[in-house]
């Protein structure tokens, strides 16, 4: 069974250029979230996707990032424009069922590193 | 407020010698835990988690946790460190939505 996937695994974009990280979440996956590590900082959280609806969006920075969950299957996070401080490592995460429901996990990607210029 | 707290950014640990994380929770309910590791240019991996049950956890790799309530603590454990568990470690706690809330995170330096 294949797992997380996010692409691309680095980017390298310059202050004011656009930016999309794209997230395939384990097939079958209801729940997909998206996490960010600024250098030095905690990993945050960012939003959560219950199939292709936003649940939970209270991580998001501002209204430079934009998420979408087209058919409740892949999901990609949009920065426009890039500015410096976005520059960090962005995690992808699905989990089958929520803690509520039962026993589960996350399951994350390998991270996109993003570094702005 | 909820939080996770990993009080040792970094440690040094000789290669043989046991290791301990320490992680401390603040969480209204019984909170649903996790630690997870990341290696240079990987992903976060899982190693362990506790839901309920019996109070000390065995993970992958040869890690257990034990879940302290009075303590409010989850602290990560291992007898016997290899050069291979160089690494960071996380400590995490679910809320009801399945959103994780992280520690700062333990840089694990193993020495020859």
């Known amino acids: 069974e294949a797992g997380v996937t996010q692409f691309p695994s680095h980017s390298v974009i310059e202050k004011g250029q656009t930016v999309t990280l794209r997230c395939d979440p384990i097939s079958g996956h209801d729940n997909l979230y998206w996490y960010r590590r600024v250098m030095g900082k905690e990993i945050k959280f960012l939003l959560h996707?219950?199939?292709?609806?936003?649940?939970?969006e209270s991580g998001m920075p501002n209204n430079r990032f934009l998420a979408e969950r087209t058919g409740g299957t892949y999901s990609t996070l949009k920065v426009q424009p890039a500015e410096l401080e976005d520059s960090g490592v962005y995690f992808c995460?699905?989990?089958?069922?929520?803690?509520?429901?039962?026993?589960?996990?996350?399951?994350f990607g390998q991270g996109t590193r993003l570094t702005v210029v | 407020a909820q939080s996770v707290t990993q009080p040792d950014i970094h440690i040094t640990v000789s290669e043989g010698a046991s290791l301990e994380l320490r992680c401390n929770y603040s969480?209204?309910?019984?909170?649903?835990l996790f630690w997870y590791v990341q290696s240079p240019g990987q992903g976060l991996q899982l190693l362990l988690k506790y839901f309920s049950g019996d109070t000390l956890v065995q993970g992958i790799k040869g890690f257990e946790a034990e879940f302290k309530r009075s303590q409010s603590s989850f602290n990560l454990r291992k007898p016997s460190v290899h050069w291979s568990d160089a690494a960071e470690y996380f400590c995490a706690a679910f809320d009801s939505w399945g959103k994780l809330q992280f520690g700062a995170g333990t840089q694990v330096v193993v020495t020859p």
């Open positions: 995460a699905s989990s089958p069922r929520l803690p509520r429901t039962g026993n589960t996990e996350a399951f």
């Open positions: 969480y209204g309910a019984t909170p649903y």
């Open positions: 996707f219950v199939k292709e609806s936003k649940q939970d």
